[in-house]
């Protein structure tokens, strides 16, 4: 009986063989067509392959987009900072090109005033309750700072020294709401026209220039500057331009009304001038008149 099954094995493997060599003979033969069984095992492939492909498909994609999205996240994340950055630099450098051209302003203005004592100085102060009034910068008597000198910008006059101490200065504005607050002026024309500035309109933002003889002509636009009779303020600090005339309450005289040349809202800085050429016994008063 054993050695019935060991023949019985023999012959299955030698036609194993045989039939392992035909079908190697039989693929290695050119033909036009497939056979059946290799058309159900590529069909059945094709079709396990189109089951499974779209899914797959789905998923990687799924997760690349998944990628791109937190890439583009990222990105965005990045450029956003990047942005935040030149904004904040953009301002910055807007704020110098500012503050350097204040500075050359001022620069180029003292330059105009060789003929009087000048102060440079910062604003420190400003109090909300009195914005229109009163501004306190870093000069006082120890340099040189006294009561009444003029008080000017790049721009033209705002107003005047209120009270010094000792290093610290309290600027009396021309928009204060003080009728003490007078200055002699002139309207620069072929023939100039004096008055004196008393007051400041806040409805229409606007110097009051008053006491301009009735037989005057003044038109728009025209400049005003010290005209220096008073005393105390330099001669020829520009004030403003006249954006109205009107007749006063009495009829007798003339007001103009005065855009002023300097920003009563913004000042950063600012330079005290003092009238040198003058002694003190020269100095007439508090007030210009």
């Known amino acids: 009986m054993p050695q019935f099954f060991l023949n019985k094995r023999l012959i299955l493997l030698l036609v194993s063989i045989i039939v392992l060599v035909a079908l190697i003979g039989f693929s290695l033969k050119d033909r036009k067509e497939l056979t059946w069984a290799e058309q159900f095992i590529r069909d059945s492939a094709g079709l396990v392959q189109s089951v499974f492909h779209q899914p797959a498909k789905s998923i990687s994609s799924f997760f690349k987009n998944v990628t791109d999205i937190?890439?583009?996240?990222?990105?965005?994340?990045?450029?956003?900072?990047?942005l935040d950055d030149y904004v904040s630099l953009q301002t910055k450098v807007q704020d110098l090109e500012k503050k350097n051209q204040t500075l050359r302003d001022i620069l180029d203005k003292s330059e105009s005033l060789r003929d009087f004592e000048q102060i440079h100085a910062t604003v420190i102060?400003?109090?909300?309750?009195?914005?229109?009034?009163?501004i306190t910068v870093n000069r006082g008597k120890?340099?040189?700072?006294?009561?009444?000198?003029?008080?000017?910008?790049?721009?033209?006059?705002?107003?005047?020294?209120?009270?010094?101490?000792?290093?610290?200065?309290?600027?009396q504005l021309l928009s204060a709401p003080d009728r003490r607050n007078r200055i002699s002026a002139y309207v620069q024309g072929e023939k100039n026209v004096f008055g004196l500035i008393e007051g400041y309109?806040?409805?229409k933002g606007a110097l009051l220039l008053k006491r301009i003889p009735f037989d005057s002509n003044l038109?728009?636009?025209?400049k005003v500057l010290t005209s220096g009779l008073g005393g105390i303020f330099p001669e020829g600090l520009l004030i403003g331009d006249i954006i109205e005339v009107v007749p006063d309450d009495y009829g007798l005289t003339k007001m103009?009304?005065?855009?002023?040349?300097?920003?009563?809202?913004?000042?950063?800085?600012?330079?005290?001038?003092d009238r040198t050429m003058l002694s003190e016994?020269?100095?007439?008063?508090?007030?210009?008149?």
């Open 281 to 289: 016994e020269e100095v007439v008063g508090g007030d210009e008149s």
């Open 256 to 273: 103009a009304y005065l855009k002023p040349s300097a920003d009563f809202y913004e000042i950063d800085h600012v330079i005290i001038v």
């Open 201 to 203: 309109d806040t409805e």
């Open 70 to 82: 937190k890439n583009t996240y990222e990105e965005n994340k990045r450029l956003k900072e990047r």
């Open 142 to 171: 120890q340099h040189g700072v006294k009561e009444n000198m003029a008080v000017i910008t790049a721009s033209g006059l705002i107003g005047k020294v209120k009270f010094a101490s000792q290093f610290t200065s309290s600027i």
């Open 125 to 134: 102060a400003r109090n909300p309750e009195r914005w229109n009034e009163l």
């Open 219 to 222: 038109e728009v636009n025209q």
